[in-house]
């Protein structure tokens, strides 16, 4: 069955530290990408990875950078966390044919940043 | 600028009557459309896509409508059960370039 997975559900960090949100998925799917889900934005795109080592700016990328060492994990950072960046973070990843641009989630992280 | 629109914040049906959920669009080089649902607590889950070659899909109680010449799609959910009771995402891609999401419509079923 097919799984993404992100490293935790809950995070409380405080302003100005350095938060890393980790995601595995085991369908050795090509593209991995981060969201994240605000009330009335939906779902806005932060970075997206089409192969290992490559990733490319989404619609808002400003204040985080990510990392895709291995083909299945890819990693968001927020390098100085802010208020506004509390918000529900999710990660998918998709096989990357065109025409079946099919994403699978994961359960999202919850972050707040006090 | 929202490329995709979904501009019923939320929407309230009986249990065994028929959801309609609408989508707008403006980019004209979108061809390829999905539909995501969410349950709280849970990452969105494929629902049903329809390509821009077509204007319906259907699986089981879910068809999605697609009207190119108005930029507009729907969702039907055809009888509604309070299981169904989720948010609803719109999503469009452009020739296999990255998705882009509606702000997503709260459906509830009253039983």
């Known amino acids: 069955d097919v799984k993404v997975t992100q490293s935790s559900r809950y995070l409380v960090k405080r302003t100005g530290e350095k938060v890393f949100l980790e995601c595995v998925q085991d369908?050795?799917?090509?593209?991995m990408f981060w969201y994240r889900q605000d009330p009335g934005l939906g779902l806005r795109l932060i970075y997206f990875?089409?192969?290992?080592?490559?990733?490319e700016k989404g619609d808002i990328p400003e204040g985080y950078s990510v990392s895709r060492e291995k083909k299945e994990r890819f990693s968001l950072i927020l390098e100085s966390a802010s208020t506004n960046q509390t918000s529900m973070y999710l990660c998918?990843?998709?096989?990357?044919?065109?025409?079946?641009?099919?994403?699978?989630f994961g359960s999202g992280t919850q972050l707040s940043v006090l | 600028d929202q490329q995709v629109k979904q501009n019923s914040p939320s929407l309230s049906v009986q249990e065994g009557r028929i959801s309609i959920l609408n989508c707008d669009y403006t980019?004209?080089?979108?061809?390829?459309f999905l539909w995501y649902k969410k349950y709280p607590a849970e990452g969105p889950t494929f629902l049903i896509s329809?390509?821009?070659?077509?204007d319906k899909n259907e699986d089981g109680r879910f068809t999605v409508f697609l009207n190119k010449s108005a930029k507009h799609l729907s969702l039907h959910i055809v009888p509604s059960q309070p299981g169904d009771s989720a948010v609803y995402f719109c999503?469009?891609?452009?020739?296999?370039?990255?998705?882009?999401f509606g702000a997503g419509t709260i459906l509830r079923v009253k039983s």
């Open positions: 998918a990843s998709s096989l990357g044919v065109i025409g079946n641009e099919k994403l699978f």
């Open positions: 369908m050795d799917h090509e593209n």
């Open positions: 990875s089409y192969d290992v080592k490559m990733k």
């Open positions: 980019n004209s080089m979108f061809d390829y």
């Open positions: 329809i390509s821009s070659i077509k």
């Open positions: 999503a469009a891609s452009a020739q296999g370039n990255k998705l882009v």
